[in-house]
């Protein structure tokens, strides 16, 4: 920790999942803060959202009891797997055991209560909405307002997502994410009356999945393979498409779709960070979550890690008296683990919506024959995405100059 007269400043470029987590890392640690979002409103796109107990963990580091605000408007996922088409468990696993393995068990909550609550934590006054960057100086530490007003920090977070301006003009010439052949819908269902399983069938080409709100509805999400990015589509073609796809599934599977409301079905083809960029920071600039590593999100980790980045990020900074060693503290520490689970993310991707039938009896086996070593066996193969290192662990300490 610094001490000194002036507060340090950081200013963050996105008010999404990353960007209020930044914020009130920061704020946390005693920094001044600005937390910029173009929209008017914080209106989150998607319906729900898994938070694993990795992220959890790095919440709990922010003062101000977080992750007990996150449980009062949660549900816990309880026993939830995959299934086959067929209804047989492909691999299961329970709430409990995850708390007992990494402290706190999975949860899934509603993406507009999560932002909401987020930013209501925030300092008084340091979040603007309605406000977009139009430009940013990594060197200088200077965004410029679309209304030309120009402020400074000691350091500038790009939290602007997965079609991050900042990330073009940090990184110029190097790729962004590409369509990753997958596309996927979101909806909420009301639930009464429905003997529903709480998981995710694999069928032939795509996965369909439900999972319990507090509010009584069922978050449902469905995702398949794709060689195209799909054409857009009324709400009726787009529910006609899941019936075309899911509908053969069993029970409670076609009663499901039947209930989703065609006014308010979600899709959106899915883009992933096939190549790293080269750093996490430029300048005084940090890039963080989908901006940084956009995913597949098959292994419920997009926002997760935009968190994690997050309270690395402000952890590393306020530790160290110098901007740049902070920044290249925090590449070190984020690049290996999301590039990996970038990378893991897509593999699982391929595995839950694969084509092929003899492919999938291969995968079907291999994940039935992991599921009879039992359910600590499962979980051990999710440690490498469940355990959450606080970055003083991560980041190794650098020998004395
Ligand atoms: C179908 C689906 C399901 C998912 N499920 C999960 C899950 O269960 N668990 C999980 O952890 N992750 C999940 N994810 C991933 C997760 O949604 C994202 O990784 C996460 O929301 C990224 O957060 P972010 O803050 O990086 O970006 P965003 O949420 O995109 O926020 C970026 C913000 O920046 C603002 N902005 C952009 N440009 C400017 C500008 N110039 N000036 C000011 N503001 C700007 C935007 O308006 C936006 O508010 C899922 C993703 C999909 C597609």
Same mark, same amino acid.
């Given at each position: 920790?610094?001490?000194?007269?002036?507060?340090?400043? &950081?200013?963050?470029?996105?008010?999404?999942?990353?960007?209020?987590?930044?914020?009130?890392?920061?704020?946390?640690?005693?920094?001044?803060?600005?937390?910029?979002?173009?929209?008017?409103?914080?209106?989150?796109?998607?319906?729900?959202?898994?938070?694993?107990?990795?992220?959890?963990?790095?919440?709990?580091?922010?003062?101000?009891?977080?992750?007990?605000?996150?449980?009062?408007?949660?549900?816990?996922?309880?026993e /939830?797997?995959?299934?086959?088409?067929?209804?047989?468990?492909?691999?299961?696993?329970?709430?409990?055991?995850? =708390?007992?393995?990494?402290?706190?068990?999975?949860?899934?909550?509603?993406?507009? #209560?999560?932002?909401?609550?987020?930013?209501?934590?925030?300092?008084?006054?340091?979040?603007?909405?309605?406000?977009?960057?139009?430009?940013?100086?990594?060197?200088?530490? =200077?965004?410029?307002? #679309?209304?030309? #007003?120009?402020?400074?920090?000691?350091?500038?977070?790009?939290?602007?997502?997965?079609? /991050?301006?900042?990330?073009?003009?940090?990184?110029?010439g190097?790729?962004?994410?590409?369509?990753?052949?997958?596309?996927?819908?979101?909806?909420?269902?009301?639930?009464?009356?429905?003997?529903?399983?709480?998981?995710?069938?694999?069928?032939?080409?795509?996965?369909?999945?439900?999972?319990?709100?507090?509010?009584?509805?069922?978050?449902?999400?469905?995702?398949?393979?794709?060689?195209?990015?799909?054409?857009?589509?009324?709400?009726? =073609?787009?529910?006609?498409?899941l019936?075309?796809?899911?509908?053969?599934?069993?029970?409670?599977?076609?009663?499901?779709?039947?209930?989703?409301?065609?006014e308010?079905?979600?899709?959106?083809?899915?883009?992933?960070?096939?190549?790293?960029?080269?750093?996490?920071?430029? $300048?005084?600039?940090?890039?963080?979550?989908?901006a940084?590593?956009?995913?597949?999100?098959?292994?419920?980790? $997009?926002?997760?890690? &935009?968190? #994690?980045?997050?309270?690395?990020?402000?952890?590393?900074?306020?530790?160290?008296?110098?901007?740049?060693?902070?920044?290249?503290?925090?590449?070190?520490?984020?690049?290996?683990?999301?590039?990996?689970?970038v990378?893991?993310s /897509?593999?699982?991707? @391929?595995?839950?919506?694969?084509?092929?039938?003899?492919?999938?009896?291969?995968?079907?086996?291999?994940?039935?024959?992991?599921?009879?070593?039992? /359910?600590?066996?499962a979980?051990?193969?999710?440690?490498?995405?469940?355990?959450?290192?606080?970055?003083?662990?991560?980041?190794?300490? @650098?020998?004395?100059?």
């Amino acid at each position: 920790m610094m001490t000194g007269t002036a507060k340090r400043r &950081a200013i963050v470029i996105g008010a999404g999942i990353g960007g209020l987590t930044a914020g009130l890392a920061f704020a946390g640690k005693g920094w001044d803060v600005q937390v910029l979002e173009r929209t008017a409103a914080l209106w989150p796109v998607g319906y729900a959202l898994i938070m694993a107990p990795n992220a959890q963990r790095a919440l709990d580091t922010i003062p101000g009891g977080i992750v007990e605000q996150i449980h009062s408007l949660a549900t816990l996922q309880g026993e /939830s797997g995959i299934r086959t088409a067929r209804g047989g468990w492909l691999s299961r696993n329970d709430a409990s055991l995850a =708390e007992e393995r990494y402290g706190h068990p999975a949860v899934v909550l509603r993406r507009a #209560e999560l932002v909401e609550m987020l930013a209501a934590n925030l300092p008084p006054g340091s979040l603007r909405l309605g406000t977009p960057v139009a430009g940013l100086d990594a060197a200088t530490g =200077e965004v410029t307002l #679309e209304t030309g #007003e120009v402020l400074r920090g000691d350091v500038l977070v790009a939290a602007d997502g997965i079609h /991050s301006a900042a990330r073009a003009a940090l990184f110029p010439g190097c790729p962004g994410p590409v369509f990753a052949g997958l596309t996927a819908w979101q909806a909420l269902v009301p639930s009464a009356g429905i003997d529903y399983q709480v998981g995710t069938t694999w069928s032939r080409g795509g996965e369909f999945g439900m999972l319990p709100m507090k509010d009584g509805r069922l978050y449902v999400f469905a995702e398949a393979a794709a060689d195209k990015p799909m054409p857009r589509r009324t709400g009726a =073609e787009e529910k006609a498409e899941l019936v075309r796809r899911f509908g053969g599934l069993r029970p409670p599977v076609p009663e499901v779709i039947r209930r989703i409301d065609e006014e308010a079905v979600l899709r959106a083809d899915i883009h992933s960070m096939q190549v790293p960029l080269p750093a996490f920071h430029r $300048g005084r600039a940090a890039i963080l979550g989908d901006a940084a590593h956009a995913m597949a999100p098959n292994l419920g980790q $997009g926002a997760c890690q &935009a968190i #994690e980045d997050a309270v690395t990020l402000a952890y590393v900074l306020d530790r160290s008296g110098s901007v740049p060693q902070g920044l290249a503290d925090y590449t070190a520490a984020r690049m290996p683990r999301t590039s990996l689970i970038v990378r893991r993310s /897509s593999q699982v991707a @391929r595995f839950a919506t694969m084509r092929n039938p003899a492919g999938q009896v291969l995968r079907n086996g291999m994940l039935r024959a992991m599921g009879l070593l039992g /359910s600590s066996a499962a979980l051990r193969q999710a440690d490498f995405v469940m355990r959450w290192d606080h970055p003083a662990v991560a980041v190794r300490p @650098r020998p004395p100059q």
